[in-house]
C-alpha cells in the first residue's frame, strides 16, 4: 500500500535524527515520522512540533495509519487542512505552546509540544502494552485521538473525521 502523500526524494530528506531516533521503544517505522514533523515545524516557523505536525507527516510515511483513517472525500479534505497550516488555517497557532492540560507533560521532549510529547509518550505505552518493541505509526494516530484538546483532533473533526471512530478502528488494528 502507498503512503498517502507521496516521499520526498533523496535529495529532499533531512539527514537530522529526531531527539527521540535512539529510543528503541519508538519504532523505526516513526523515525522518519518524526524527522518529518520537526521539518514541518521548521518551515512553518514553529518552536515546537505539535500533534498537527506529526499527524501530517504520519500520513505522509505511513500507509496502516492511512488505512485507520479512510480515504475518498475526507481524506482530500484532512489533506488539505493540513497543507493550509502555514497559508492560513493554523496561524493562530503560532507563537502558541499546544497543551490541551488533559495528560500530564513528559520531561525529556526537547522541541515537542507538552501535547506531541505525551503522544509520543502514549504511542510508545501502547505498542509495550501489546508486546511490541515499538511504536508503529498506528500506535501514534492512537496516541493523537486519545486526547480530544490536541491540534490534530481539531484537524480532524474540521476534516469530518471522527475521533472516536478513528480510536475503534486503531484498536481494532493488529500490527
Known sequence: MQPCIPR??????DARRPDHADDDRLGPGLVPVVS???RRALRDGDRQIDTAHLLHSLLEHDPEACAV???GPRMARLLGY????????????????EDSGAVPAVGGAAGFSPSAAAAIEYARDRAARRGATGACGVDLLAALVADPGVRAVEVLARAGVDRGTVLAR??????
Do not use: K, M, N
Open 8 to 13: 520526498r526524494s533523496a535529495g529532499e530528506q
Open 82 to 97: 493540513l497543507v493550509q497550516r502555514s497559508i492560513g488555517y493554523g496561524l493562530r497557532w503560532q507563537g502558541a505552546v
Open 170 to 175: 486503531a484498536d481494532a488494528h493488529t500490527g
Open 69 to 71: 483513517l479512510g480515504d
Open 36 to 38: 518529518g514533523a520537526r
